[in-house]
């Protein structure tokens, strides 16, 4: 919902996070039943890596997007989902506004989306009920930019990682408390 009072001190991010804010702050935010979701994706979601079929296509539907982020000690947690999402290939302009924390500009990126979801169909798990930490970082794991994708690797080969599958097992069979 962006930076809010007694939030934890920012993970990562190095020397931006001390006078702005990313889009990801706002991933969770409900703007009239939809959020509107932003990642790090160096200019583009590779939709191929999601479908083989959508090389020509500029966004896909009906798709199960999972956030993670670092836990303070180490390591990464879900933190919630999106499970019927829209991706797009490229940003889109958000036309809403969104404010951030006193004394912190929201960047760019505060006005850009990738992903779109009703707000029925995500979870923001609360913070006791992140456990599902088997989310692996580097090679087969989510990269420097916290982006995996599910189905292909750049080969177009299938990934044969048992942690998205657990990950997706989680999501589907999740029936606990939701922050939003």
């Avoid at 809403?96 to 707000?119: D, N, P």
Wanted: include cysteine; hydrophobic fraction near 35%.
């Amino acid at each position: 919902k962006g930076v809010m009072p007694g939030d934890e001190r920012l993970i990562g991010g190095g020397g931006w996070n001390k006078n702005h804010i990313g889009g990801e702050v706002f991933n969770f935010k409900d703007f009239g039943g939809h959020l509107y979701g932003y990642i790090e994706a160096k200019g583009s979601i590779a939709l191929e890596k999601i479908d083989l079929l959508a090389r020509d296509d500029e966004s896909l539907e009906h798709v199960v997007v999972i956030f993670v982020a670092p836990r303070a000690g180490g390591g990464q947690v879900v933190v919630g989902w999106y499970s019927d999402a829209q991706v797009s290939r490229y940003p889109v302009r958000w036309a809403g506004r969104a404010k951030g924390a006193a004394g912190k500009g929201v960047g760019s990126a505060g006005k850009l989306y990738y992903l779109k979801a009703t707000a029925k169909h995500a979870v923001l798990l609360p913070l006791h009920m992140r456990t599902f930490d088997g989310v692996p970082t580097g090679k087969g794991g989510m990269g420097q930019a916290n982006v995996c994708y599910r189905y292909y690797n750049a080969e177009g080969d299938e990934k044969d990682e048992r942690w998205i599958e657990e990950a997706l097992s989680y999501v589907i069979n999740y029936d606990g408390p939701n922050l939003l």
